[in-house]
């Protein structure tokens, strides 16, 4: 099982793979991605959406909607597939799970199980669209994708293809750290989260916009035609 250091699992989660797996070879959940601010050595989460959508192998070679953190595979699939490419900067999760599902039975979880911590104060963790461009070149030519766009990861989360994939998934964070809500509410990719787990409006500030991006991107701004977009998702339109 993975876990990046900056990513937290649900008291629950190992168990629920662990059943998950039986029938299948590589198993992934559901995450909220999160914003946090440290107040006494602890975080706490400040702006909460869902990542959820469904597992469409086709679908999965236009864009990856993968996320590795607390994903569980059996060991077999190394000793088949090898070890992480190195090869894949950037994109290896993708890169694994391309090669995964070729030849092995992989399982989405409709849990929102593991939580995926980002925060606007940090450093930028990730390097700009140029930098990953060649590393998305090799993956494409790896596994024959074809041309693949380097389009900011929020904005691709908006095109209608992707938007159409969005899928339904248990909410069970209830906003503070490792606690689960009491019974199980029900999200879908896109919901943002108050702090206290309920629905909110979607609608925020062209500042909270740009965060991620210059946290994951290192751009202090989107693009003209970028910022007409996301001032109009920002509008509500």
Same mark, same amino acid.
Request: charged content about 30%; some cysteine.
């Given at each position: 099982?993975?876990?990046?250091?900056?990513?937290?699992?649900?008291?629950? $989660?190992?168990?629920?793979?662990?059943? *998950? /797996?039986?029938?299948?070879?590589?198993?992934? =959940?559901? !995450?909220?991605?999160?914003?946090? !601010?440290?107040?006494?050595?602890?975080?706490?989460? %400040?702006?909460?959406?869902?990542?959820?959508? *469904?597992?469409?192998?086709? #679908?999965?070679?236009?864009?990856?909607?993968? !996320?590795?953190?607390?994903?569980?595979?059996?060991?077999?699939?190394?000793?088949?597939?090898?070890?992480?490419?190195?090869?894949?900067?950037?994109?290896?999760?993708?890169?694994?799970? +391309?090669?995964?599902?070729?030849?092995?039975?992989?399982?989405?979880?409709?849990?929102? =199980?593991?939580?995926?911590?980002?925060?606007? #104060?940090?450093?930028?963790?990730?390097?700009?669209?140029?930098?990953?461009?060649?590393?998305?070149?090799?993956?494409?030519?790896? $596994?024959?994708?074809?041309? =693949?766009?380097? @389009?900011?990861?929020?904005?691709?989360?908006?095109?209608?293809?992707? @938007?159409?994939?969005?899928?339904? %998934?248990?909410?069970?964070?209830?906003?503070?750290?490792?606690?689960? #809500?009491?019974?199980?509410? /029900?999200?879908?990719?896109?919901?943002?989260?108050?702090?206290?787990?309920?629905?909110?409006?979607?609608?925020?500030?062209?500042?909270? #916009?740009?965060?991620?991006? @210059?946290?994951?991107?290192?751009?202090?701004?989107?693009?003209?035609?970028?910022?007409?977009?996301?001032?109009?998702? +920002? =509008?509500?339109?």
């Amino acid at each position: 099982m993975l876990c990046d250091d900056d990513d937290l699992l649900l008291p629950f $989660h190992v168990e629920m793979m662990l059943k *998950e /797996i039986a029938d299948c070879d590589m198993v992934y =959940s559901d !995450v909220e991605i999160f914003d946090y !601010v440290v107040e006494n050595r602890v975080r706490r989460a %400040t702006n909460r959406f869902v990542f959820a959508y *469904e597992h469409d192998v086709e #679908a999965m070679r236009r864009f990856s909607t993968f !996320v590795s953190s607390g994903r569980l595979y059996r060991r077999e699939l190394h000793d088949r597939l090898g070890p992480f490419d190195t090869e894949m900067y950037h994109y290896w999760d993708w890169d694994f799970f +391309l090669r995964a599902v070729e030849h092995y039975r992989v399982k989405r979880v409709p849990v929102a =199980s593991a939580l995926y911590a980002f925060s606007s #104060a940090g450093d930028n963790m990730s390097g700009n669209l140029e930098d990953m461009r060649p590393y998305l070149d090799k993956l494409s030519a790896k $596994h024959g994708l074809g041309e =693949s766009p380097t @389009k900011n990861f929020f904005l691709l989360l908006e095109e209608p293809e992707v @938007k159409a994939r969005r899928a339904e %998934t248990k909410v069970v964070w209830d906003g503070r750290a490792g606690t689960v #809500a009491p019974g199980d509410g /029900i999200g879908r990719a896109g919901m943002q989260l108050g702090e206290k787990g309920g629905e909110r409006d979607m609608i925020g500030t062209m500042n909270e #916009a740009q965060a991620p991006l @210059k946290k994951y991107y290192g751009y202090p701004d989107f693009r003209p035609g970028q910022k007409k977009v996301i001032e109009s998702l +920002l =509008s509500g339109g």
